[in-house]
């Protein structure tokens, strides 16, 4: 991909937005933090990459598949809350009933689509607002955490570390974990379903006109239950890599992830009301995100200020690419979007 | 300046970003007249309104209101001005009632508190100077779509309108609310109000103009008093060329039956017997609420039917979703093409190749393909866009009809249900819409089509059946089709 078809692109004005932000917090940092002094700038030394990438990689993963859900129209709240109930149920798993690493797998990804494939049924087959359903199954999930745990962590003593705790040295000081290659991975798969497959086709037809899809054959109610679905399985992965980092299921450990998550797709540039989005772009807007509370903390941003600025920042980086978007489809040249026109 | 123009537009030019939609165009309404306007989907009609109400402003060009220049017009100062724009999508909270709407954002108070006593007061006195039998205490979203337009003007009253603008006001009346509708516009003009009216229904202009202004392409072709010009005259006038006003079709031989329903039964219509040949196209008429979208929507699997059965080349089939009945090699051109038939946000590339991949069983699909798909239709069917990558909003009435009708031609369809295919589509864009279904009869396809066209139903059509009550009244030959014949099952009048 050439660098202009990056900045012309869909995600092209977040891209910017993206790049505008590192270079400001590498400026910031090593004109009033660092005395000039290039070599103790420490946002770009290559461990502390490393470190962000490790740090969003959870988000992104459960930002991957909410973007397809927000694409198709809806929204899932219960993702955060439904992390804590998985996490503590599988690390309840592993602890008290002793299941082995891999049938504790299986369990949390068949208990994630059991409970998704019934939110997502709720969904489909009612015009109840997926905001709403998905709010209340967010309070279920709160409580069977706190049925599971009472309230206290379950600690797994060191198993399940695969998931979190593999790294893959590039150089000395820059390594990949694990989950971040899984989210890597997961971005390649979903781009090309969205791009390539027929269900990618639909998600994008669901979200733009349901009507529409509808008499186009579309089967709408079963592609959203199966979207919920899917965000479900993806939830679960995300849950396993963040009990085998922290290797203990605590009952808080998925807590504010949906604000989190949904910020990132939104920011991203996927619209509220659906039909537009694509998982780069998501990429795009957690990274943004990853960087700036890891800039604020290496700037020793006083972590009160860091929520306030942290929202400021999201509401500006939208307002952004709203604007910058706007701009763009209302300039229709096809020489500008980098697209063929037809001859007459 | 005249004494007696309110309203006034000099040298108006008006571009969006690679169209020029208006260059110097100039119009002017007098007191206390109907000026009508009229001109093709994508004349500029829609901009000339925009501008009018403040919701664009034009980039070049002065308007004039009551001889004084007024700049950087908003919705807001235009109405505070006292130009009210009734738009043809209806405009007001459904859930409220006729005075909660009349006053709505312009409450009479006394004081701190609102009057309701006042406000219903003034609000019967509007009413009855309109000779309407609406109550203030109706909620609007329950009127009829007659009564509700009635409430618009209304509003315009209340807010003191000294001009008023009615886009397209009859679309789906019913010929007693046109009737009323005409008279509470004539005794508003005669009371000194200014009407801009905009309709493709040229027997509404001879009824209601005393001048007429044809646009074509953004500059003005005539304006001119309604007694110096005829129909052809206007016609020619909108679409620069002489056309018949009876379309002249070809006919084809006409095979076995392709398709039938017997007794059908549901979604509001009953016992529907109908049969459907190769080359064949039958028109189904009725008055609006008739039940004719609901047999389409039946017919088409889009609602499940309660009895009877549906006979595709001879075999019982079941068409319980539109993908079943898509993969029978049927399609549906719905009535409203934005809110059923196009993926408005999307890009043509993506709207014509939607139904191709949901009918084939691979789960792949190729952006080239699509494309290069996409290119061919946009090619074959005249589409007017700069691109394929163009979002389908951005695409004129008549073009966007075409996208829809790309999308099912890429199934290679072979029974067509067109639901009103040329509605809120102008006249030289209706006659290629025409020739396109001529052209798919010639192949052999078959049509059912609905319409509320008479002048269409007539000059299309092999056969016509009537639909009443949900029912079918009648079934008429090609020799027996004519106005009277249709409009008296339509309406019933055979009946009593």
């Not at chain 1, 129209?73 to 109930?85: A, P, V």
């Not at chain 1, 068949?110 to 109840?128: D, E, N, P, Y």
């Not at chain 1, 279920?140 to 593999?166: A, P, S, V, W």
């Not at chain 2, 090619?379 to 866009?385: S, V």
Request: hydrophobic share 45%; with cysteine.
């Amino acid at each position: 991909m050439k660098p202009s078809r990056l900045i012309r692109g869909e995600n092209g004005p977040m891209f910017l937005v993206l790049l505008t932000t590192i270079v400001a917090v590498f400026l910031v940092e090593l004109l009033f933090v660092r005395g000039s002094d290039i070599t103790k700038v420490a946002f770009i030394k290559p461990m502390n990459i490393s470190n962000v990438l490790m740090q969003i990689s959870i988000t992104g993963m459960m930002a991957i598949s909410m973007t397809l859900v927000m694409v198709s129209g809806g929204i899932d709240l219960s993702i955060g809350q439904m992390m804590c109930f998985l996490g503590t149920a599988m690390a309840y798993m592993m602890k008290n009933v002793g299941l082995n690493d891999w049938t504790v797998v299986i369990f949390g990804l068949v208990l994630a689509v059991v409970f998704q494939v019934l939110m997502g049924f709720i969904i489909s087959r009612t015009k109840l607002e997926p905001f709403i359903v998905s709010l209340g199954f967010m309070s279920m999930y709160k409580g069977f955490t706190y049925l599971i745990t009472n309230g206290r962590e379950i600690t797994i003593g060191g198993k399940f570390g695969f998931l979190g705790k593999t790294y893959i040295n590039i150089t000395d000081d820059f390594r990949l974990g694990m989950p971040v290659i899984v989210l890597l991975l997961l971005c390649v798969i979903i781009w090309l379903v969205l791009k390539y497959t027929k269900f990618g086709r639909s998600v994008y037809a669901v979200g733009g006109n349901e009507n529409a899809a509808y008499l186009a054959g579309i089967n709408v109610k079963n592609l959203k239950l199966w979207l919920y679905a899917l965000n479900g399985i993806f939830v679960a992965i995300a849950t396993m890599a963040s009990l085998s980092r922290m290797g203990t299921g605590n009952p808080l450990m998925g807590e504010g992830k949906e604000i989190e998550v949904i910020a990132a797709v939104v920011v991203g540039g996927t619209a509220l009301s659906g039909g537009k989005g694509n998982v780069w772009g998501t990429f795009i807007g957690v990274l943004l995100l990853g960087c700036l509370s890891n800039a604020l903390n290496i700037l020793g941003v006083f972590p009160h200020w860091q929520y306030v600025l942290r929202g400021s920042l999201i509401i500006l980086a939208v307002l952004l690419s709203y604007y910058s978007g706007q701009r763009a489809s209302s300039v229709k040249s096809p020489v500008l979007t980098g697209q063929r026109s037809v001859a007459k | 300046m005249s004494e007696d123009l309110i309203l006034e537009m000099k040298g108006i030019s008006k571009s969006y970003p690679g169209v020029k939609v208006f260059e110097d165009f100039d119009f002017d309404l007098r007191r206390g007249e109907v000026h009508c306007i009229c001109g093709e989907n994508g004349a500029g009609k829609s901009t000339l309104i925009k501008m009018l109400s403040g919701a664009h402003l034009p980039d070049k060009g002065a308007i004039y209101f009551n001889g004084a220049s007024v700049h950087d017009l908003t919705p807001r100062s235009a109405m505070m001005m006292g130009i009210q724009t009734i738009y043809q999508e209806h405009n007001f909270f459904p859930l409220l009632t006729v005075v909660e709407n009349l006053f709505a954002g312009s409450e009479i108070n006394n004081g701190l508190i609102i009057s309701k006593p006042k406000m219903v007061a003034k609000a019967q006195e509007i009413l009855d100077y309109l000779h309407s039998d609406i109550s203030p205490h109706d909620v609007v979203g329950k009127l009829g779509s007659g009564a509700q337009k009635i409430v618009e003007i209304a509003k315009a009253l209340v807010q003191d309108s000294r001009v008023i603008i009615l886009d397209e006001p009859t679309a789906s009346f019913s010929q007693t609310e046109i009737d009323h509708l005409f008279e509470v516009i004539k005794r508003l003009v005669s009371n000194g109000m200014s009407v801009i009216y905009i309709s493709h229904h040229l027997e509404e202009v001879f009824v209601l103009a005393d001048r007429v202004t044809v646009i074509r392409d953004g500059r003005k072709v005539s304006t001119a008093p309604v007694g110096s010009v005829t129909e052809q005259s206007l016609i020619r006038d909108m679409v620069g060329r002489d056309v018949s006003l009876f379309y002249q079709r070809a006919h084809f031989p006409i095979g076995e039956v392709v398709f039938e329903a017997r007794k059908l039964t549901g979604n509001g219509v009953i016992d529907i017997c109908l049969d459907l040949r190769k080359g064949e196209l039958l028109g189904v008429a009725g008055m609006v609420g008739s039940g004719r979208t609901e047999l389409a929507d039946l017919l088409f699997g889009a609602r499940r039917a309660v009895g009877g059965e549906i006979l595709i080349g001879g075999k019982k089939v079941a068409l319980k979703t539109p993908l079943a009945a898509i993969r029978h090699r049927l399609c549906y051109i719905t009535e409203d093409r934005q809110a059923s038939g196009l993926f408005l946000k999307h890009p043509l590339s993506m709207n014509i190749p939607i139904v191709s991949y949901v009918r084939t069983r691979t789960p792949f699909a190729l952006p080239s393909t699509d494309v290069r798909e996409s290119e061919r239709y946009v090619k074959t069917l005249g589409i007017m866009t700069p691109g394929v990558f163009q979002i389908a909003m951005l695409l004129s009435g008549g073009n966007q009809q075409k996208v829809v009708l790309a999308k099912w031609f890429m199934t290679n369809a072979e029974i067509f249900i067109f639901d009103e295919p040329t509605r809120g589509i102008d006249v030289g864009a209706k006659e290629e819409i025409y020739k396109i279904m001529i052209g798919l009869l010639e192949q052999g396809r078959s049509i059912i089509m609905i319409s509320s066209d008479m002048p269409e139903l007539i000059a299309m059509s092999d056969r016509v059946v009537v639909m009443r009550g949900g029912k079918i009244v009648a079934r008429i030959d090609k020799e027996g089709i004519s106005e009277e014949a249709i409009l008296k099952h339509a309406i019933g009048s055979d009946q009593r």
